[in-house]
T-cell receptor
Framework: AQKITQTQPGMFVQEKEAVTLDCTYD???????LFWYKQPSSGEMIFLIY??????QNATEGRYSLNFQKARKSANLVISASQLGDSAMYFC???????????????FGTGTKLQVIP | NAGVTQTPKFQVLKTGQSMTLQCAQD?????MYWYRQDPGMGLRLIYY???????DKGEVPNGYNVSRLNKREFSLRLESAAPSQTSVYFC????????????FGNGTRLTVT
């Protein structure tokens, strides 16, 4: 079964509008964490935001916020006031502990390509 | 600050050749990871290392070996390269706090002909 699912291969958004990128996850680890990364066309991976499973409030970082719905196992990224520089691939990732060794494994979704239209 | 350094940036191999991808981090992180990125498949974990001297398989370990030489360095070896290993490879490291993100290197673009 997929651990992390991103169902939107591609999205378009008008400049200055808000956009939501979907992410659902599956884990039996009660103490997990969720990350979002941005990958521009230059290829580097840029960390955007983190949400822990026990965090009471949704995480926010500037124009990025995470809509965390624990019961639905979803962790959607909301980008407000989109800019042309937001055009990139966006990956959702999950940190979980593997009980066999206590290792912290980080698994990625397949990504969503966001294009911001002027 | 260097962060995570990967070498080489680009490599072309013939089928059957071997090579080692090098990765080093200067952030004193315990955990290190190797991922491969293929179109439409996101990043898939090849191997990871929770600490110096320990390694474990990820989702797609076949055809690869790793060495955690010391706390700083984590290398990935292709013993007999195959066209299916054409990909972009990323090394990453992570600190101990539960909310620590992965810090990535800039990637190695490998083509196997």
């Amino acid at each position: 079964a997929q651990k992390i699912t991103q169902t939107q291969p591609g999205m378009f958004v008008q400049e200055k509008e808000a956009v939501t990128l979907d992410c659902t996850y599956d884990t039996s680890d009660p103490s997990y964490g969720l990350f979002w990364y941005k990958q521009p066309s230059s290829g580097e991976m840029i960390f955007l935001i983190y949400q822990g499973s026990y965090d009471q409030q949704n995480a926010t970082e500037g124009r990025y916020s995470l809509n965390f719905q624990k019961a639905r196992k979803s962790a959607n990224l909301v980008i407000s006031a989109s800019q042309l520089g937001d055009s990139a691939m966006y990956f959702c990732a999950m940190r979980e502990v593997l009980y066999s060794g206590g290792y912290q494994k980080v698994t990625f979704g397949t990504g969503t390509k966001l294009q911001v239209i002027p | 600050n260097a962060g995570v350094t990967q070498t080489p940036k680009f490599q072309v191999l013939k089928t059957g050749q071997s090579m080692t991808l090098q990765c080093a981090q200067d952030m004193n992180h315990n955990s290190m990871y190797w991922y491969r990125q293929d179109p439409g498949m996101g990043l898939r974990l090849i191997y990871y290392s929770a600490s110096e001297g320990t390694t474990d398989k990820g989702e797609v370990p076949n055809g690869y070996n790793v060495s955690r030489l010391n706390k700083r360095e984590f290398s990935l070896r292709l013993e007999s390269a195959a066209p299916s290993q054409t990909s972009v490879y990323f090394c990453a490291s992570r600190g101990n706090p539960y909310n620590s993100p992965l810090h990535f290197g800039n990637g190695t673009r490998l083509t196997v002909t």
